[in-house]
């Protein structure tokens, strides 16, 4: 593979994964998944009716979503910085 080709493919599928993720879990939330599959969507749009009395069983959830995401990307761009020919100089 060229080596300048590489690390644009590997941020572009960081993000995409990052997209994946967070396009599944807002499906699940408004329901427009499998019940059976158990999804941090599904247990936000599950326990909306108890996010006044049980506010850790929504907040936990995006929690985990918003740091899996970050994650993602941030392996993605750690990737990149470790693969470009550009960055290795510096």
Request: cysteine-free; proline content about 10%; glycine content about 10%.
């Given at each position: 593979m060229l080596p300048n080709?590489?690390?644009p493919l590997i941020v572009s599928a960081a993000l995409s994964?990052?997209?994946?993720?967070l396009f599944e879990a807002g499906l699940s939330f408004l329901g427009l998944s499998d019940p059976n599959v158990m999804s941090?969507?599904?247990?936000?749009?599950?326990?909306?009716?108890f996010i006044l009395d049980a506010w850790w069983a929504v907040t936990f959830p995006g929690?985990?979503?918003?740091l899996t995401?970050?994650?993602v990307s941030l392996i993605g761009d750690g990737v990149n910085?470790?693969?470009?020919?550009k960055l290795r100089d510096q």
């Open positions: 080709a590489a690390p994964v990052g997209v994946a993720i941090w969507g599904l247990m936000i749009g599950s326990n909306r009716p929690i985990s979503i918003f995401v970050l994650s910085d470790a693969l470009n020919p």
